[in-house]
T-cell receptor, first 113, second 116 residues
Framework: DQQVKQNSPSLSVQEGRISILNCDYT??????FLWYKKYPAEGPTFLIS?????DKNEDGRFTVFLNKSAKHLSLHIVPSQPGDSAVYFC????????????FGTGTRLKVLA | DARVTQTPRHKVTEMGQEVTMRCQPI?????VFWYRQTMMQGLELLAY????????DSGMPKDRFSAEMPDATLATLKIQPSEPRDSAVYFC??????????????FGSGTRLTVV
């Protein structure tokens, strides 16, 4: 039972263009969402998060959008850079006092120079 | 720059052998997780601890996996006996539960386990 889904296993984007990574979830009890980036042979690193009471959070080139009615979130990277090439995982948390994340399966982003 | 340290980085073992993976969380962090990365499932939660107490190990095959925190500086994940299907990258992560929603957890670089 995959509660957090990333249906696109891979994505290629030209340098300077926008990258849009998508994530869908099934559990309406999730109240916080996070994005992690992972380079080969390294652990995932935290990128950005959003509370379910918001619909947008921005940090530099990275913006996360949340559509609660559609149970969908997306990560926008503008402009994309070759160094952004990595695997991106979305994760969800359910309820306060819960510390465990439910991760998606990841999307491999390749930014072409 | 504080980091989560995992040892060994790579482990190749024969089926049936015992495997122990170790994790040194960041000093002061009170929550420790073990995740396993597979192609099909992405990052699966195996177990987690808060203030060294196990909170949830429902993701672990109980008959062969065990996770412990003998002290605040060491977390271990043991597989006995190991099987080829256990081959994966195992990640440890640590964090402060009060900050994790805005800042996430810090992951180690992982242990790549190959069971032949």
């Amino acid at each position: 039972d995959q509660q957090v889904k990333q249906n696109s296993p891979s994505l290629s984007v030209q340098e300077g263009r926008i990258s849009i990574l998508n994530c869908d979830y099934t559990n309406s009890m999730f109240d916080y969402f996070l994005w992690y980036k992972k380079y080969p042979a390294e652990g995932p690193t935290f990128l950005i998060s959003i509370s379910s009471i918001k619909d947008k959070n921005e940090d530099g080139r990275f913006t996360v959008f949340l559509n609660k009615s559609a149970k969908h979130l997306s990560l926008h990277i503008v402009p994309s850079q070759p160094g952004d090439s990595a695997v991106y995982f979305c994760a969800a948390i359910r309820g306060s006092g819960t510390y465990k994340y439910i991760f998606g399966t990841g999307t491999r982003l390749k930014v072409l120079a | 720059d504080a980091r989560v340290t995992q040892t060994p980085r790579h482990k190749v073992t024969e089926m049936g052998q015992e495997v122990t993976m170790r994790c040194q969380p960041i000093l002061g962090h009170n929550t420790v997780f073990w995740y396993r990365q597979t192609m099909m499932q992405g990052l699966e939660l195996l177990a987690y601890f808060r203030n060294r107490a196990p909170l949830d190990d429902s993701g672990m095959p109980k008959d062969r996996f065990s996770a412990e925190m003998p002290d605040a500086t060491l977390a271990t994940l043991k597989i006995q006996p190991s099987e080829p299907r256990d081959s994966a990258v195992y990640f440890c992560a640590s964090g402060l539960d009060t900050l994790q929603r805005n800042y996430g957890y810090t992951f180690g670089s992982g242990t790549r386990l190959t069971v032949v």
